[in-house]
């Protein structure tokens, strides 16, 4: 074919097909100018018969151009600032000139968006930190935690034996490894000041199993004798001076000695999901050793009573219900061995290591992100309000641009070159608002939350800030963009006002948002507050206001049981009493929310009813008085008593003798464990709440302090006194050494503080709600406030005259401040309803108070309609201040 | 003569191929298929425009002002090279002369036979 042949062609069939398809390649101007040339040159190296080889040339030859053309477009726009794709920078440039015509908007616009990705930010940082990070061991996700419960307990955390251990070991070969571990607090007796440490009793095969490398010699072997330790590189530093000689030295605990054989590296952390809260750091390790008062606790069989925990791993491909299907089996073993695994509803379960870590929290953890979402959604609103107010200003600007050609898409992209600005600001500085708050949050973060002390505002966090940026950029860009859309020249350049009245219901309908989205916090800080105060009320069954503790742990090297560790339970006892300001002082093990105890018990004699599982407790008889816990009936413990009796709760005396006296009846019990003993209950005393005022009671034993005393395991010191908390600790310091110099006074505090820590949770959640309802009610008024003000300014005119015309000014005001709180009303009552919606997820977190409860919504309803009917009243009061002569001058 | 330092940047250098449609141009005036034909005779098949290249330096240069289209050339557009598009010739031939001056005085070429 000639080029002269093509002739009748129409502009749209340019030469063959792939002419056509290359030719898109290039810019519009080229392709409308050119393609008619294009595909006759084509055509004419065709016609003279070009093969394949040059097609294929000419194809190569013709997307080359179109790249190079594109390119070469490309940057000269960027360069000259014109063509579609006007760089960045320059609407980046422009946004900054914009912005800064109206600093106190853009100062106001980047806050409310700092407080909003800030508050999120650290929020996720704790989330991202304590739920979403893999554990630091090697075996990392196919760690599990292999539980034991018993029924009668809530909580269920139970330890197991390990004559049981062994036996689960044997029969869950879906486990690569099943170690076990024990913790107890010892007493480190070398030289210097004793010092209380937290002791792991671990298998031999357990550090191996979590894949640590020691820092320095090696890990325990399972031939090593009894008396082998590992130390933490913690007290390595602190204690051993950090002396690189240290393998092969010994150690005394408890006043035996332990022989060192490696030192862990100091970036290890064991955490074990425990009933109180995370496993606290241990200090020494040792293996396995028979040394303990109850006999061999990692031999005996125990019903599922014991001192150990267990942590596994999965066998490859093996899922975790296989494990749990052998774990099932293996209870029904020992079940078919004892009766009494039966009877007390023992069961083991099989968890994801991490999981079963953060499960308690994890529900915590995400409300508190809902929750801050919503403040990041109000203070997007806000801004997008904002700058639709200014978007307003600028309608005039906008309509002359699109009057003079400019693309609607060049206006959008200049009001979203102005979010992104802004949001990039507001997370820069959002992102110093995280840094502190995840600097303060430790602090009064409950202690029960794992691995807290990791999070940090890391990479992580600073590209989730970044994501929240640009996620708010579109956010608070979309509406002006839309608005800007649909701004019609003509009208807004003939009747600037009329164009600006349009998109008060998008503005409307912003704050009637943020309303709502506050008054949800609102209720929900509300209903935790209610809830906390219904805690405080809760009468703990004792007097913790005054109380001091601390605890002590006597050696079985120095001491005998029970007679020698029962007369130095009164020895302390008494010398603590005789301090100056010490009003009184007592013993017992444990205190009220200061760990747990139990075991079960029955009626007296042989067949007596079980009665299930109850909370021990030894004590002399000076704790009742010292914690102000009441006797109700019979007396105390006295000298010269039998070991078998008992002192009993009122729960306790119900649910064995309901409807008659307990005292003089007997009751089965074994708080030593091994052999069960009957005791005769001489009295009957109040109830306490163990560990958590929220729980109902579970009743108590007690008993006598002076013939059921132990060693090498602690007994809590109480006194009661009215000097400041903390003032009376080198005073106990010292008593307690003049009675033995060996002997450390651990973890002194106020009982008050201790049970402040059962509510700590609470009251975390509490507080931070409590911020983002306050953040997101001032942003929601000042949300409002900018909306009124705003229209209140546009309307200046029409209320001129309408004051001009003699209407009163009171009427004016009244008229502006009912449409604020109509739009506030609308919020409110949406507001309601979501609070409604949502209240259920609050439900685990409240005591005695209704997710729906009627007084705290009205409340929150209140205070958001007050604080509206503020924010509108301060600019109605303006306009009708309005100088009617001065606005008609003005036109 | 020495040779100076060229003050352009290597991207405002005349292409080979922009160079061959000029001196094409230069000879008379041509429609796009005939430039193509005739660089090809004037190289000896040693250079053979492809669409793509040819009508991207027709487009730039037509824009630059280095060429003009003639009027009334029907469907088949006509080129004629500018006064403008001669010096900016001429410039590049001076350049590549003393190019080849420098490169004959320091005898790296071969003697003309």
């Known amino acids: 074919m000639s080029a002269g042949g093509s002739g009748g062609r129409g502009r749209g069939e340019a030469g063959p097909w792939w002419v056509r398809v290359l030719l898109r390649l290039y810019p519009r101007d080229f392709r409308d100018a050119r393609s008619e040339e294009v595909a006759e040159f084509v055509s004419c190296e065709l016609g003279r018969g070009a093969g394949l080889a040059r097609r294929v040339a000419m194809a190569a030859d013709l997307a080359r151009g179109g790249v190079r053309m594109r390119m070469r477009s490309w940057r000269e726009a960027t360069r000259t600032g014109e063509g579609w794709t006007m760089g960045l920078a320059n609407d980046v440039r422009a946004a900054v000139r914009g912005l800064m015509q109206a600093p106190g908007l853009a100062l106001v616009v980047v806050t409310t968006l700092a407080l909003g990705i800030g508050l999120n930010t650290a929020v996720f940082s704790v989330v991202d930190g304590v739920l979403l990070r893999p554990l630091d061991h090697a075996a990392e996700g196919r760690l599990v935690y292999v539980q034991a419960a018993r029924d009668a307990e809530e909580n269920a955390d139970a330890l197991i034996s390990g004559g049981d251990w062994t036996v689960l070991r044997e029969r869950m070969d879906a486990l690569s490894a099943l170690e076990a571990i024990g913790s107890i607090r010892q ?18 095969g357990f550090l191996p199993m979590l894949g640590v490398r020691p820092a320095l010699g090696r890990l325990f072997r399972p031939d090593d004798p009894p008396g082998t330790a590992v130390l933490s590189h913690t007290l390595w530093q602190e204690h051993l001076g950090a002396d690189p000689e240290v393998v092969g030295r010994t150690v005394g605990l408890d006043g035996f000695s332990y022989t060192v054989v490696g030192v862990l590296p100091a970036a290890f952390r064991l955490e074990l999901p425990t009933r109180g809260g995370p496993l606290p750091d241990i200090d020494i390790w040792k293996n396995p050793d028979t040394y303990w008062q109850n006999g061999d606790i990692w031999n005996e069989r125990g019903a599922g009573f014991g001192m150990l925990r267990m942590v596994g791993v999965l066998a490859p491909d093996t899922p975790l219900a296989a494990a749990q299907a052998q774990a099932d089996g293996a209870v029904a073993v020992l079940a078919a061995q004892d009766a009494e695994y039966e009877t007390t509803g023992f069961r083991v379960t099989v968890h994801d290591l991490r999981e079963r870590l953060v499960a308690e929290v994890r529900p915590t953890l995400l409300l508190l992100m809902g929750a801050v979402g919503f403040v ?43 979010s992104l600005v802004l949001a990039v600001a507001g997370s820069a500085l959002g992102l110093g608002v995280a840094a502190a708050m995840v600097g303060v949050m430790p602090w009064f973060a409950p202690g029960d939350i794992p691995r807290l002390d990791s999070v940090a505002l890391d990479p992580r966090a600073v590209a989730f800030a970044v994501l929240a940026a640009l996620g708010t950029t579109f956010v608070v860009g979309l509406a002006p963009v839309l608005h800007a859309a649909r701004t019609e020249p003509a009208a807004a350049l003939g009747n600037a006002r009329a164009g600006a009245g349009s998109g008060g219901r998008l503005r409307d309908g912003l704050v009637v948002v943020q309303v709502a989205l506050s008054l949800v916090l609102l209720v929900g800080a509300g209903l935790m507050m209610s809830s906390l105060a219904r805690v405080s009320r809760v009468d703990p069954g004792f007097d913790a206001h005054g109380l001091f503790t601390f605890a002590v742990s006597i050696p079985s090297t120095d001491y ?6 029962g007369r130095y339970y009164r020895d302390v ?49 000076e704790y009742f008085p010292t914690a102000g816990v009441p006797l109700e009936a019979g007396r105390l413990f006295r000298e010269g008593d039998p070991r078998e009796v008992v002192v009993i709760s009122e729960e306790a005396a119900r649910r064995a003798f309901p409807g008659e006296s307990a005292l003089g009846r007997r009751v089965r019990a074994n708080p030593w464990g091994g052999q069960a003993v009957d005791f005769e209950v001489i009295g009957v005393v109040g109830d306490v709440r163990q560990s958590d ?44 050494a003049e009675l033995d110099a060996n002997v450390p006074v651990a973890r002194p505090e106020a009982m008050e503080a201790r049970v402040a820590e059962a509510t700590a949770t609470a009251r975390f959640v509490l507080s931070l709600l409590g911020v ?45 401040v009912r449409r604020g709180v109509l739009v506030a009303g609308l919020g409110v009552l949406l507001g309601t309803g979501v609070a409604l919606l949502l209240g259920g997820i609050l439900e685990a977190w409240l005591f005695e108070v209704r997710p729906g409860d009627p007084l705290t919504l009205v409340a929150a309803a209140a205070a958001m309609a007050a604080a509206a009917a503020l924010a509108s009243w301060v600019p109605a009061r303006r306009a009708a201040r309005t100088d009617p002569v001065e606005v008609l001058k003005a036109e | 003569m020495s040779p100076t330092p060229d003050p352009r940047s290597p991207r405002d250098l005349l292409t080979p191929a922009a160079l061959h449609i000029l001196l094409s141009l230069s000879q008379q005036d041509l429609h796009g298929y005939g430039i193509k034909a005739a660089v090809e005779e004037r190289t000896e098949g040693r250079l053979v425009l492809g669409p793509g290249t040819l009508y991207e330096g027709i487009h730039r240069m037509h824009e630059d002002g280095w060429i003009e289209e003639l009027a009334g050339g029907g469907r088949k557009r006509v080129y004629r090279i500018t006064d403008r598009g001669r010096s900016v010739l ?20 071969e003697r003309p036979v």
């Open chain 1, 573 to 621: 006892q008494e010398r603590v009493a005789a301090l100056p300001g010490v009003d009184a002082a007592g013993v017992v093990w444990p205190m009220p929310f200061g760990g747990g105890w139990g075991g079960d018990w029955q009626l007296g004699g042989d067949g007596g009813r079980s009665l299930g599982v109850v909370p021990y407790y030894l004590a002399t008889e």
């Open chain 1, 772 to 816: 983002f309802a306050v953040a997101a009610g001032l942003l929601a008024v000042v949300g409002l406030y900018g909306v009124v003000s705003y229209t209140v300014g546009q309307r200046r005119r029409e209320l001129g005259i309408r004051l001009a015309l003699g209407s009163a000014r009171r009427g004016i005001e009244g008229m502006v």
């Open chain 1, 376 to 418: 990041l959604l109000i203070a997007c609103a806000n801004a997008a309000n904002l700058l639709l107010v200014r978007g307003h200003g600028r309608v005039r600007e906008v309509a002359v641009r699109v009057a003079l050609g400019g693309s609607r898409w060049r206006i959008a992209r200049l009001l979203l070159a102005e």
């Open chain 1, 187 to 204: 007493t480190l007796t070398d030289a210097g000041l004793p010092r209380q440490v937290e002791v792991g009793w671990v298998s031999p």
């Open chain 1, 693 to 736: 005022p929220r729980e109902p009671t579970r009743g108590g034993l007690y008993f006598d302090a002076r013939t059921w005393s132990w060693v090498d395991w602690e007994v809590h010191v109480l006194a009661r006194t009215a000097l400041p908390a903390g003032t009376l600790v080198p005073a106990l310091r010292q008593a307690v």
């Open chain 2, 90 to 109: 001429r410039e590049e031939l001076g350049r590549l002369e003393r190019i080849v001056d420098f490169a004959r005085a320091a005898d790296l070429l």
């Open chain 1, 560 to 565: 005998d049981w029970p007679d020698e560790a």
